[in-house]
T-cell receptor, first 113, second 115 residues
């Protein structure tokens, strides 16, 4: 079973920030938080990952709460091409187990014009 | 760098046949994982290969098998196809670094339809 909980769907206006929440209350100290997205019928695309500090890259920002039980993915200026299913995944640090991702149902983000 | 490539992109087979799907990882990546995605079950892990050895295996029947070659390219095979095997089959590669976690990068997938 997936160890994360995400809302099934969200809408966001084009040009506004999209804030996607994820609950991972049972996360352990040796697990990263990963975010992927999947545009219809394409392969999942890696977005960002983090352990306990906030992270930012060219695609998004990841905010992890201090207790690490939840996180928020932020797309600062959503475009229509950001419409996709967003998956939040916790994955062990140890390299062997890290290559067996467990996907939940994700959040369908729809960016509205 | 070129991304993960999968061939063929689309495939139609009939029940009872077998199929082989191919995956070429990102250059330098040594691990290849396979996933099956269906509307009912979502994205599920099939197996992972590293150094030509299966390292992890998901909960799938023995009809699903795979292998990895010395150049890290991987193939998966499904024998005695069933209607329920219709799915998007995804391959993901990762670098395998001892000092940090391994991010997986996915290919575009192979859409298999079993009639």
């Amino acid at each position: 079973d997936a160890k994360t909980t995400q809302p099934p769907s969200m809408d966001c206006a084009e040009g506004r920030a999209a804030n996607l929440p994820c609950n991972h209350s049972t996360i352990s100290g040796n697990e990263y938080v990963y975010w992927y997205r999947q545009i219809h019928s394409q392969g999942p695309q890696y977005i960002i990952h983090g352990l306990k500090n906030n992270e930012t890259n060219e695609m998004a920002s990841l905010i992890i709460t201090e207790d690490r039980k939840s996180s928020t993915l932020i797309l600062p200026h959503a475009t229509l091409r950001d419409t996709a299913v967003y998956y939040c995944i916790v994955s062990p640090i140890s390299s062997g187990s890290a290559r067996q991702l467990t996907f939940g149902s994700g959040t369908q983000l729809t960016v509205l014009p | 760098k070129a991304g993960v490539t999968q061939t063929p992109r689309y495939l139609i087979k009939t029940r009872g046949q077998q199929v082989t799907l191919s995956c070429s990882p990102i250059s330098g990546h040594r691990s290849v994982s396979w996933y099956q995605q269906t509307p009912g079950q979502g994205l599920q892990f099939l197996f992972e290969y590293f150094s030509e050895t299966q390292r992890n295996k998901g909960n799938f029947p023995g009809r699903f098998s795979g292998r990895q070659f010395s150049n890290s390219r991987s193939e998966m095979n499904v024998s005695t196809l069933e209607l329920g095997d219709s799915a998007l089959y995804l391959c993901a590669s990762s670098l395998v670094r001892r000092t940090s976690t391994d991010t997986q990068y996915f290919g575009p997938g192979t859409r298999l339809t079993v009639l």
